[in-house]
Structures are given as C-alpha cells and as structure tokens.
C-alpha cells in the first residue's frame, strides 16, 4: 500500500522559508526502472487543489506552476522515498494545506494534466502553511 506523509509546514512572515517533506512508502509503479510522477499541491480555504510543483521520480524533470517559478524548488532526496518543496520569499497568497500526490504514470508531469489532481490516487495528509504579512 502506498502511503505519504508530509511534515514542515508552520507560519512564518511574508518573506520567509520554509521546507516541506513528503516521505513515500513506496513507489506506484513498484519498479527501480520506472519513474512516477510526483506533485506538490495546494489548497486554500474553499477552493480546490491546485498544482505547485511536479517532478518525475527518478529523472529530475521539473515543472512549476507560474505562482511557484523561482521561489519554490522541488527535489527528491538522492534515489529515495523522501520528496522536498522548498520554497522561499513566501507571500500571503501561498497560504494553505499542502499536499504531496503520486502516481506511477510519469506521463502527467511531462503534460498538464498534474496541475488539478483530478488524476492522483495516492495523497498525504497535508501540512499547513500560514504567511503572515
């Protein structure tokens, strides 16, 4: 069984950091050779999950959402289960639960389609994040 866990998450002040962790217990794809796509989402009081940051397990491919595009980098701990978002000059509006997803078809992070979570079976708990201003 796939499970996530994230941790890191706590307030900090506009133009603070922070680093989020997301440990995986195992991969979907359950092969060394195959690569899983792994995204960071967000969710803000009353709204639905939006895509931060996706990368493909075991590759490196990277892609952000524009909010995300040179504050926050996403990273997996050298060939382990253990994910990072890290994310710096924080404002306000990136507020919310974050929520580390994973899924064995690497084909959603090389496309669009990681950006709603509408295709994701496996997700964490989440961790909040409070930017105070």
């Known amino acids: 069984q796939v499970h996530l866990v994230e941790s890191g998450g706590g307030s900090v002040q506009t133009g603070g950091s922070l680093r989020l962790s997301c440990v995986v217990s195992?991969?979907?794809?359950?092969?060394?050779?195959?690569?899983?796509?792994m995204v960071w989402f967000r969710q803000a009081p009353g709204k639905g999950h939006e895509g931060v940051a996706a990368?493909?397990?075991?590759?490196?491919?990277?892609q952000y959402n524009d909010g995300a595009k040179g504050r926050f980098t996403i990273s997996q701990e050298n060939g382990k289960n253990t994910f990072y978002l890290q994310m710096n000059s924080l404002k306000p509006e990136d507020s919310g639960m974050y929520y580390c997803?994973?899924?064995?078809?690497?084909?959603?992070?090389?496309?669009?389609?990681?950006?709603?979570?509408?295709?994701?079976?496996?997700w964490g708990q989440g961790t909040q994040v409070t930017v105070s201003s």
């Open positions: 195992q991969f979907p794809s359950q092969s060394p050779t195959n690569a899983d796509c």
């Open positions: 997803a994973i899924d064995a078809r690497a084909s959603l992070c090389y496309s669009d389609s990681w950006r709603t979570g509408r295709e994701f079976t496996y």
């Open positions: 990368l493909v397990t075991g590759v490196g491919y990277t």
